[in-house]
């Protein structure tokens, strides 16, 4: 998407200079940006005419640095935000003042700290995110913002990185006004500081005098320090606040700034900034497209899917009809979606009002009739291809000329499922995750027929539910169950060496994996990928072991027994399970590297079928969906950081050792191990 460059419009209203930074869509601080604003706030210093300046954004304030610059070196590039714009606010003979609409996020609220003061509009949003992206606060928020609310919400702020809105902001003290106007609002208020005997107050001149600022922070850096999952970026941001209580101004924002830049620099913080970029682009609407707005849907099936499905539409405003083929499944769903609302009401995630308005636009019939008027149609009835065959056949008669047909299938063939439909241009796959009123990641399979509209409507849609979409093209298991049944396939050859379930296990999950490959194969079933593997007529000689687990009935949690045992609360293993050792023991790291890398290596071959669009887009499927640790980026970018010399070599050496086809590199990934 071209952009057009940062710049600052300048205005003049009688005595008081206004300069709006314009850069769409949401003012990022990057270079060019710096550089206009500190040309315009140097003029305004030349000019004796002046009684104050005022800093606006349109249409939002600033969501603050550019993330990409840290990886191009332009983020810390003059002139910089913490000293050299910072600087030129402090020392500007003018009062200067921040009319906050939008967002002033990270480095936008520094920005705005470092002027006199601040006034909002009722819904703007401050705060300080740094550390929920892996980083921390860099151009004095570590310094500015104790000194405008005091330590203990300021502290609160940047370790929660929550964004408050204006009423909060004023309570706090963090801005001085509220109006609907904020830029007439910050001009009066400029007017009048520049009246008042201290015309020009700074933070950098507020003294931190509260006594337990110090030891509130030191128990706050001990107790996060307890916390093996305290992110290096809160860890940084308390040391910083630590100086904020016990150091004067510049000597503090020394010190935040040379934490912040080891920070920058790290691989996590890398990691943070990749996943980042990552989610904003997934899902980009396809050029030119228009998508329609939905404001109904029915969800065919209501099962475990559609059930969370029908919720995850309601929660965004949208008319459901849920459909079964019989009353007391109707009945059965319509109850569970009630009560999954009350427990949303009872956690104080919705309010009743809310839950009276989502219930109001919420039906459960028996029968596709019901599904004559949607403007979007779910289809989530088994994973069967003739019974979604039939299902859709009977769609093209009955739907709405321009409905949007989606199919919830996890492994079938969709442009199959399209083919039995009139119009399969209005065919589209939305692979929801389970429980789907929870997990973001949709994959979007863009079907060979599907038209561009159908696609846009679909991507649109998945944004408006607050989720993250991924575009893939139809394959068996799309991007996410392809790649992660190649992970799940060598922790079934691991077993061969001796390492058990709950070694292998252990070994992922204390590199970062959610949950070990048997703990996932247990909570599914060990039925489902036995049925499919069956479906899919695979002898795979690697899945023997997990075949006879499913043929003995050992299907996992739900039947007590599975790769463990859960008879007793916390799982052990299952003693009955006997296994062959027939290959040599190999040590953990093999291990871990063995299924990571059986991530990487599919994921290269999803790339070069063209199923994915971008490594980015497999490393956000499976860090959404199947676990991957975010704070290492996605396969794709953890084995970038590795080195792919080593991880080439590797697949080199499995390859010659077990003889497994699937370890012979494909030329795409032999090219970068000799890159
Ligand atoms: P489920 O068995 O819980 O629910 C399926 C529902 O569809 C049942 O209530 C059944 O009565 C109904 N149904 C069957 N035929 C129908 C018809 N012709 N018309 C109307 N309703 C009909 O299954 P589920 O786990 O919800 O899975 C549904 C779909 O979602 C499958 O395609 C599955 O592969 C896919 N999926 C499942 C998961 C998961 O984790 N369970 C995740 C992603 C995708």
Not at 190 to 214: F, G, H, N, Q, Y
Not at 614 to 630: C, E, K, M
């Amino acid at each position: 998407m071209p952009t057009k460059p940062a710049t600052v419009r300048v205005e003049r209203v009688d005595d008081i200079v206004v300069l709006t930074l314009d850069g769409p869509p949401v003012n990022l601080l990057g270079r060019s940006m710096r550089r206009a604003l500190l040309r315009e706030l140097e003029d305004a210093a030349n000019q004796p005419d002046l009684a104050g300046l005022v800093i606006a954004g349109s249409p939002t304030f600033s969501a603050g640095a550019d993330l990409a610059e840290f990886d191009s070196g332009d983020g810390l590039a003059e002139p910089t935000l913490h000293l050299t714009i910072a600087g030129a606010l402090d020392s500007l003979p003018l009062p200067s003042v921040a009319a906050v609409t939008g967002a002033a996020l990270g480095g936008g609220l520094e920005l705005a700290l470092a002027c006199s003061a601040r006034v909002a509009h009722p819904d703007a949003r401050l705060g300080l995110p740094e550390t929920t992206l892996g980083f921390m606060p860099g151009a004095g928020g570590t310094q500015r913002l104790p000194r405008a609310i005091g330590i203990q919400p300021a502290l609160d702020l940047i370790v929660t990185g929550r964004a408050i809105d204006a009423g909060t902001a004023l309570r706090l003290g963090l801005i001085s006004e509220i109006s609907d106007d904020p830029v007439a609002a910050a001009i009066a208020l400029a007017r009048s500081l520049a009246l008042a005997p201290d015309a020009k107050p700074r933070l950098r001149d507020v003294e931190l005098a509260e006594p337990l600022a110090e030891p509130y922070v030191d128990a706050a850096r001990r107790a996060a320090g307890r916390n093996p999952r305290t992110s290096r970026g809160v860890l940084a941001a308390l040391d910083a606040l630590g100086s904020a209580a016990t150091l004067p101004f510049d000597a503090g924002l020394a010190h935040e700034f040379q934490l912040f830049e080891r920070l920058a620099a790290s691989p996590t913080a890398r990691a943070a900034r990749y996943r980042f970029q990552s989610e904003r682009n997934a899902g980009r609407l396809p050029d030119g497209a228009t998508p329609l707005v939905i404001d109904s849907a029915a969800v065919i099936g209501a099962g475990t899917m559609g059930r969370g499905i029908a919720l995850a539409l309601l929660s965004a405003g949208i008319r459901v009809v849920l459909i079964d083929t019989a009353q007391d499944r109707v009945d059965a769903a319509r109850e569970a979606v009630t009560a999954e609302l009350r427990r949303s009401v009872d956690r104080g995630r919705l309010s009743e009002q809310g839950r009276d308005e989502q219930l109001a636009l919420f039906q459960a019939e028996v029968g596709l009739a019901a599904a004559a008027d949607a403007a979007l149609i779910v289809e989530a009835v088994f994973e069967d291809l003739d019974v979604k065959r039939e299902v859709f056949e009977r769609l093209g008669a009955l739907a709405r000329a321009d409905a949007v047909l989606a199919s919830n299938t996890s492994s079938l063939d969709l442009d199959l499922i399209a083919a039995s439909t009139t119009n399969a241009d209005r065919v589209v796959g939305m692979h929801f995750f389970s429980p789907a009123q929870v997990m973001r990641l949709v994959e979007v399979v863009d079907g060979a027929k599907t038209s561009d509209r159908t696609l846009a409507t679909t991507l649109a849609l998945v944004k408006r539910l607050r989720k993250l979409p991924v575009v893939a093209r139809v394959g068996p298991g799309f991007i996410g169950n392809r790649i992660f049944d190649q992970y799940v396939r060598q922790a079934q050859l691991l077993l061969r060496t001796g390492a058990t379930p709950a070694r292998i296990d252990g070994a992922l999950e204390a590199w970062g994996m959610a949950m070990g490959p048997f703990r996932v194969l247990d909570l599914v079933g060990n039925d489902v990928p036995a049925l499919a593997r069956a479906a899919a007529g695979s002898t795979d000689p690697a899945f023997d072991v997990a075949d006879d687990l499913a043929a003995r009935g050992w299907l996992g949690r739900k039947s007590g027994l599975g790769w463990y045992s859960y008879a007793d609360p916390t799982p052990r293993p299952n003693e009955g399970l006997h296994i062959e050792v027939t290959e040599p023991a190999v040590t953990d790291d093999e291990l871990v590297n063995r299924c990571v890398f059986a991530l990487v290596r599919e994921a290269a071959a999803v790339l070069d079928d063209g199923i994915a669009a971008s490594s980015a887009d497999v490393d956000t499927v499976l860090v959404h969906g199947y676990g991957f640790p975010a704070d290492r980026g996605g396969p794709w970018f953890d084995a970038e950081q590795y080195g792919w010399d080593r991880v080439v070599r590797a697949m080199q050496t499995w390859h010659e050792q077990t003889g497994d086809p699937f370890w012979a590199t494909p030329p795409s990934l032999a090219e970068r191990g000799a890159a």
